[in-house]
Structure formats: C-alpha cells, structure tokens
C-alpha cells in the first residue's frame, strides 16, 4: 500500500515570494503522482501531474514539481507567489497498476501582501 | 468546459435524519469515485464505480451509507441515520476511459449533522 506525507501543514509566504510545498510518497511499486488546489468551499483542482518521462512537470497558474525517485519526493514549486494562490494543496499518489489514489493531509499557503 | 456536477452545495441536517447526494460525472467517463473529506484531512475514498458497478467500497460504512449508480451515468450517495461524526465534505470525481490514471473533481457537497 502507498502513503503520501505532506511535511508542512501551513507555509505563509509573502506575496511575490517563491514557495516549495514538499511531499514524499511510499510505495513498493510505480506510482503517478498529482498536485491539486483546493480554494475554500470548493472541489479539488488538477494542478499537474507526473505519469512518466521527463521529471520536471509544468503545471497551470505557473507551478512546477519535480519527480525524485531516489528520494520518493514530488515537491512542487511556484518562482512568485499571488494573492490569489492563497488555498490549500493536496499531494496524491497512486500506483500505476490499481489505480487507487491516495491523498496527503494537505498544506494551506497563505500568501500575504 | 465539461465538469462535474453536484447538489446540493450545502446540507444542514439533524442528527437520525436522511440525507442524500447527488452527482453528474463528466460525459464518458466511466468511471465515478465518491470521496468525504474531514476538514483539515484529505479527501478518503468511500466508493468507485465502473459503469454501473461497484469497484470498491472497503471503506463505506455500509451500515447507513449506500452508493449507487444504477444506469450507469449519474450517482446517488445516501446516509441513514446521519451521525454528528458525517459533517464533512462530500466529493465526487470522475475519470475518462483513455485516463484513467486523472481524477476530475466536481464543487461537493458541505454537510453539516446537527
């Protein structure tokens, strides 16, 4: 079975600042990995995912993460935060051959001015 | 851009009472996932369908939750009684034959157990 831990539970990050949300993941098979956004009263947003290839992954509203398997880490990464990336993100993992996601606990980014 | 429906958005209900939630996946996705999320936690899965059938559903309380998805489209998540401990947020994903691997999740559904 995988498990997925999101090292910080709240980063507060000045506005225009950059910021890194980490995550490492546990599995004994290959896994997909995903980002998502959530925004307070709201469903789940795919930011970006990683199924295979190239280990850098662009994702929308500028955000990045990067596939480490010898550190079994996705951290995800935006140069210059705004205002409105104020929300919570979950990391998610699931292993290529079941299918079955499995979510981190969450990390709120508040970004001040 | 397609999306995921549900209804209501917001649920208030008394504690014994029976509540139920509904959810439009994307069209042509197979594919249909009904998760609650605690707040402060991350969503857990209740129950997978594929088409019409059950997939998964190790981690429904079966004692007063049901799930189903009779033709296949659509997907009805029902509970009774509901219990203080159900407030939570209830989601509903779908997923697309040629990718399954991705999720789509739909708005949810915030129920509050009075």
């Known amino acids: 079975a995988q498990s997925v831990t999101q090292l910080d539970s709240q980063v507060p990050v000045f506005e225009e600042a950059p910021v890194e949300l980490r995550c490492n993941y546990s599995?004994?098979?290959?896994?997909?990995l995903f980002w998502y956004v959530q925004y307070p009263n709201q469903g789940l947003q795919l930011l970006l995912k990683?199924?295979?290839?190239?280990?850098l992954v662009k994702g929308i509203n500028g955000f990045e993460a990067e596939f480490n398997k010898s550190q079994t880490s996705f951290h995800l990464r935006k140069p210059s935060v705004h205002i409105s990336d104020t929300a919570e993100y979950f990391c998610a993992v699931s292993e290529v051959s079941w299918g079955k996601f499995q979510f981190g606990a969450g990390t709120q980014v508040v970004v001040t001015p | 851009e397609a999306e995921v429906a549900q209804s209501p958005r917001y649920k208030i209900t008394e504690k014994s009472q029976a509540v139920a939630f509904w959810c439009d996946p994307i069209?042509?996705?197979?594919?249909l996932y009904w998760y609650r999320q605690i707040l402060g936690q991350g969503p857990e899965l209740l129950v997978q369908?594929?088409?019409?059938?059950?997939?998964?559903d190790s981690q429904l309380p079966k004692d007063r939750f049901s799930a189903e998805r009779l033709k296949g489209v659509d997907s009805t998540l029902k509970i009774q009684p509901a219990e203080l401990g159900d407030s939570a947020m209830y989601l509903c994903a779908s997923s697309p034959p040629v990718s399954q691997e991705t999720q789509y999740f739909g708005p949810g559904t915030r129920l509050l157990v009075l």
């Open positions: 599995s004994s098979v290959s896994v997909y």
């Open positions: 369908f594929q088409d019409e059938s059950v997939v998964d």
């Open positions: 069209s042509g996705h197979a594919t």
């Open positions: 990683y199924l295979s290839g190239s280990t």
